[in-house]
């Protein structure tokens, strides 16, 4: 479900994230790029749900590139820990914002 991975990708991104925002169907992607402008977000990252398939799409806010990626299939956290024989849960792991090396 995109809904368990939307809870799952907002816990990741802690503390930089809205994780009480509430979509409500009459929301547009206009309403939230013009909510983020004063408050000073880069980055939005929409997932959405087609027949087979879930989308992201990234965009870098106000004018910027947005990249798009179709994800064929996903797990979520519960059925990957259901798999390890020790699974690791710490709070601590969650604590500071993620960090991302991209070399060349």
Do not use: C, W
Request: net charge positive; charged share 25%; hydrophobic share 40%.
């Amino acid at each position: 479900d995109v809904g368990e991975l939307v809870r799952e990708l907002r816990r990741v991104m802690a503390p930089h994230t809205a994780e009480r925002l509430r979509e409500r169907p009459g929301n547009t992607l206009k309403d939230f790029t013009h909510a983020a402008q004063p408050l000073g977000v880069s980055h939005l990252l929409v997932l959405s749900q087609a027949r087979k398939s879930a989308n992201l799409r990234i965009a870098r806010l106000p004018a910027g590139p947005t990249l798009a990626f179709r994800a064929k299939s996903f797990e979520l956290t519960r059925a990957v820990r259901a798999r390890q024989r020790r699974p690791y849960e710490s709070a601590a792991a969650y604590a500071t914002a993620p960090l991302v090396v991209l070399n060349n």
